[in-house]
């Protein structure tokens, strides 16, 4: 029983550099959730999902895009690295309200 | 806009001691609160969920409760021990699908 998978667990990047960031999840859960958090502060949510084929922007979604193609896969691209989007990204799941699960995260260096 | 404040930010206690952690927010329009645990370097564990209908859930050790009309939270841990010591998050699912975190207590339990 994996739960929410995230990967890479660590990455450095150079300023204008892109990546994606990986997240699956295998509880058949519906929503899927996107945050990052930075150093003595609470978690902000860049974007999340209410089901394949249905993206929305949270509270910080510039600089990120998402696609979700099938209810297990979820991931974050970064297009052009800045430095300010050095944060550590935690992928969750939830069916609906409930049921929230969070991934181990993915820390992330953008030099 | 939601706001979720979490005081202390830091609390050090002796092991075998009673604690309260608090959460505080500003909008009563809810559907659940959830209480975690992050340990660091690690991603959120769940401890207790409260939909907003209910006043209060307990989980062994762990009591949470939810007053809406006050806009506050609490969670008692009793009898704390050193594997207690982790950042506990008090976060929000309420309209919007998005859940809204505070920044955290972080709890040290000294042996």
């Known amino acids: 029983n994996a739960g929410v998978t995230q990967t890479p667990k660590f990455r450095i990047l150079k300023i204008g550099q892109s990546m994606t960031l990986q997240c699956a999840q295998d509880?058949?859960?519906?929503?899927m959730y996107w945050y990052r958090q930075d150093p003595g502060m609470g978690l902000k949510l860049i974007y999340y999902?209410?089901?394949?084929?249905?993206?929305d922007k949270g509270e910080v979604p510039n600089g990120y895009n998402v696609s979700r193609s099938t209810t297990e896969y979820f991931p974050l691209r970064l297009e052009l690295a800045a430095p300010s989007q050095t944060s550590v990204y935690f992928c969750a799941s939830s069916y609906g309200q409930t049921g929230y699960t969070f991934g181990s995260g993915t820390r992330l260096t953008v030099v | 806009k939601q706001e979720v404040t979490q005081i202390p930010a830091a609390l050090s206690v002796p092991e075998g001691e009673n604690l309260v952690l608090n959460c505080s927010f500003t909008?009563?329009?809810?559907?659940?609160l959830q209480w975690f645990r992050q340990d660091p370097g690690k991603g959120l564990t769940s401890l207790l969920l409260?939909?907003?209908?209910?006043r209060e859930q307990t989980s062994g050790r762990l009591n949470a409760s939810l007053d809406k009309s006050s806009g506050r939270s609490t969670l008692y841990i009793a009898a704390s021990q050193p594997g207690d010591s982790a950042t506990y998050l008090c976060?929000?699912?309420?309209?919007?699908?998005?859940?809204?975190f505070g920044t955290g207590t972080s709890l040290t339990v000294i042996p």
């Open positions: 999902s209410v089901g394949a084929g249905i993206t």
């Open positions: 509880m058949n859960h519906n929503y």
């Open positions: 976060a929000l699912y309420a309209t919007g699908n998005q859940f809204y």
């Open positions: 909008d009563s329009a809810i559907y659940n």
């Open positions: 409260i939909q907003s209908s209910q």
